[in-house]
């Protein structure tokens, strides 16, 4: 299956600073792709759809100038955390979604997020 | 009420056992309906989509039932490597072709 990679895997900083995470879709090229922010032992919440080009759309209660999403690129997409704070540690994943099919997303292997 | 619903478990089974998980979904116009299997500290991975005639996948089976707004995943002969949260995932096109997905079963599965 199609294969998504993010970078890094483990992050920790100090509260205040930006965090940069990048998300590749490796052998296809993604028009779309999904940011979610998951808590410990809760589901994955969509933060935002990222489209290539254009600005991404974030969910209710994200904020956007938070959470800086960049999808500069068909196979990369960029989430900034910025001046991040304790409450924000968390497991971030991206997906991709396949090429021509409209359901079909392959997740990142998350990024985890701790600030101290 | 949540979109999408599970029983968190966990569930606790040995080896062998058939085990079952149910999920209900809010939203009528939910036109796709997925199980993901997610392992500690990883991410979901698709397990099996799962369609109205329900479908089979070697030692599992997902039916989906739109009347009652209702899914379910059956795992037969169960094994240690099963043990894993197992999310349910629905699809609804009209808020763009978005994933909103359960918090997951817990399945434990035991010698």
């Known amino acids: 299956g199609a294969v998504v990679s993010q970078h890094p895997s483990w992050v920790i900083c100090k509260s205040g600073t930006s965090v940069k995470i990048e998300c590749r879709s490796l052998?296809?090229?993604?028009?779309?792709m999904f940011w979610y922010r998951q808590f410990p032992k809760q589901s994955l919440m969509l933060m935002a759809t990222s489209n290539e080009g254009s600005k991404a759309t974030y969910e209710q209660g994200v904020e956007k100038d938070k959470f800086l999403i960049n999808h500069a690129s068909l196979t990369l997409s960029t989430l900034t955390v910025t001046s991040a704070h304790p409450e924000d540690s968390s497991f971030y994943i991206c997906?991709?979604?396949?090429?021509?099919?409209?359901?079909?997303?392959?997740f990142g292997p998350g990024t985890r997020l701790l600030v101290l | 009420r949540k979109e999408v619903e599970q029983d968190p478990g966990p569930f606790n089974v040995p080896e062998g056992a058939t085990v079952a998980f149910n999920c209900t979904y809010s939203n009528s116009a939910s036109q796709s309906f997925f199980w993901y299997r997610q392992d500690c500290r990883k991410e979901p991975k698709l397990l099996m989509s799962?369609?109205?005639s329900g479908n089979e996948d070697g030692r599992f089976t997902a039916q989906l039932n739109r009347a009652s707004q209702y899914i379910s995943l059956l795992i037969r002969d169960s094994k240690l490597s099963d043990s894993a949260t197992y999310l349910c995932?629905?699809?609804?096109?009209?808020?763009?072709?978005?994933?909103?997905f359960g918090a997951g079963t817990i399945l434990r599965v035991k010698s």
């Open positions: 997906s991709a979604r396949s090429p021509g099919g409209l359901e079909t997303q392959y």
């Open positions: 799962v369609y109205s």
């Open positions: 995932v629905v699809n609804t096109r009209e808020y763009g072709n978005k994933l909103v």
């Open positions: 052998d296809f090229q993604a028009t779309t």
